[in-house]
């Protein structure tokens, strides 16, 4: 029996294609490569990937409608590749539900990488703590479910890590670089990928995420996290 971890890549220039499906494949990963953004729900369901690498720009469906597609019912990871690299159209590709991007030309290996990294964190629930609570949230480590006041909160992968860390430093201003460190495991990278992602958080914790009462902004420093839904 294959054990491989399943990867659906989504790219219609059939170069990159077969040069990320070939690549890959000799990592040890099981791949199944389609072209166009059509096919690409029938094959989710049918073969359940443990991850999606999303071409943005894709004939028929587009990327970003794929992306919000899949999210509807799945909190699979899910790395978008464009070869649009100015800050708003990364911005699109995370807003629509994306855990990460790569714009192109991308080396293959930093490819294989992000594929780890989201991958080892979604293994890691078999090791997981019990249950454990803070403030109104409870979170259950072995599903990597969090719920607010007895209701599940519907988050992707990497918004869970965020939403965990944040939950883990109450109280504490924290820098949006130190967020790329700690949670995304990057040395270096877009701060935007960290404000898109809050944002997303927001829409999903805050009763009015105009007026968010647990995810502050502290203005040029970063974001504080308030367990008690405090002013200030």
Known sequence: MNTSPRILVVEDDRTVRTVVNDYLSGQGFSVTAVDNGSEVLARFAAER??????????????????????RATS?????????????????????????????????????????????????????????????PFRVDPARRHIRRDGVPIPLTTREYELFLYLLNNPGRTISRDEILREVWQWQFGDPSTVTVHIRRLREKIEEDPRFPVHLKTEWGSGYRFDLRGGEG
């Not at 990937?49 to 899949?70: I, K, N, Q, T």
């Open 75 to 135: 909190d699979v990871p899910i790395i978008m590749l464009t070869a649009l690299d100015a800050v708003p159209d990364r911005i699109a590709g995370l807003e629509s539900g994306a855990d990460d991007y790569l714009a192109k030309p991308f080396a293959l290996k930093e490819l294989k990488l992000r594929i780890e990294a989201l991958l080892r964190r979604s293994r890691q629930a078999g090791a997981a703590p019990s249950e454990f609570g803070l403030g």
């Open 49 to 70: 990937p443990a991850l999606v690498v999303l071409d943005r720009m894709l004939p028929g469906l587009s990327g970003d409608e794929v992306c919000r597609a899949l």
